[in-house]
T-cell receptor
């Protein structure tokens, strides 16, 4: 089984709809991250969390919110989706104790906002 | 200006060739450096960390020049399976250990 899972894997929605992307991990990592990837722009950080009570904004947090429901779960919400939020979204985790700072990514959620 | 800049690519090389990718970063507070690999429509995966002394992993060699704020990746004896996008990644001090990605350089190794 995959260590970092994301649901849904693909989603098509309409402008103005609320949508939630889920991320779960079985790696036991403290830190979790949400990124989006757009063609020609690379990956950009949306939000990150060091533990259940810690939420931090990333480079492009406007229009998004997150919830860290448990150490293993980190959800990303789009309160009112707009077309320029069409992108590939990745969740990632890392271990506080790791000296390498390696991040492990989920398989991604492809979101299309019409 | 983006924090991490990479060669635009794409690089098309024949099997067996040696290919080098370059990357520059703008923030002198950058503390950790990596190359990630991303296959088409897949998640990024760590290829190797980059250290000031340089490091090698099989056919892959990474170099870091802190004075010039420059990172490189050399791939020797290219294989068809090396075809992917290579992402230069930097962690900046006090950024929450979030990764700052370059846009990536596409490599296609042809028979």
């Amino acid at each position: 089984d995959a260590d970092v899972t994301q649901t849904p894997r693909n989603r098509i929605t309409k402008t103005g709809k609320r949508i939630m992307l889920e991320c779960s991990q079985t790696k036991g990592h403290d830190r979790m991250y949400w990124y989006r990837q757009d063609p020609g722009l690379g990956l950009r950080l949306i939000y990150y969390s060091f533990d259940v009570k810690d939420i931090n904004k990333g480079e492009i947090s406007d229009g998004y919110s997150v919830s860290r429901q448990a150490q293993a779960k980190f959800s990303l919400s789009l309160e009112s989706a707009i077309p320029n939020q069409t992108a590939l979204y990745f969740c990632a985790t890392s271990d506080f104790g790791s000296s390498y700072n390696e991040q492990f990514f989920g398989p991604g959620t492809r979101l299309t906002v019409l | 200006r983006k924090e991490v800049e990479q060669d635009p690519g794409p690089f098309n090389v024949p099997e067996g060739a040696t290919v080098a990718f370059n990357c520059t970063y703008s923030n002198s507070a950058s503390q950790s450096f990596f190359w990630y690999r991303q296959d088409c429509r897949k998640e990024p995966k760590l290829l190797m960390s980059v250290y000031s002394s340089g490091n090698e992993d099989g056919r892959f060699t990474a170099q870091l020049n802190r004075a010039s704020q420059y990172i490189s990746l050399l791939i020797r004896d290219s294989k068809l399976s090396d075809s992917a996008t290579y992402l230069c990644v930097v962690i900046i001090t006090n950024s929450g250990y979030a990764l700052n990605f370059g846009k990536g350089t596409s490599l296609l190794v042809t028979p």
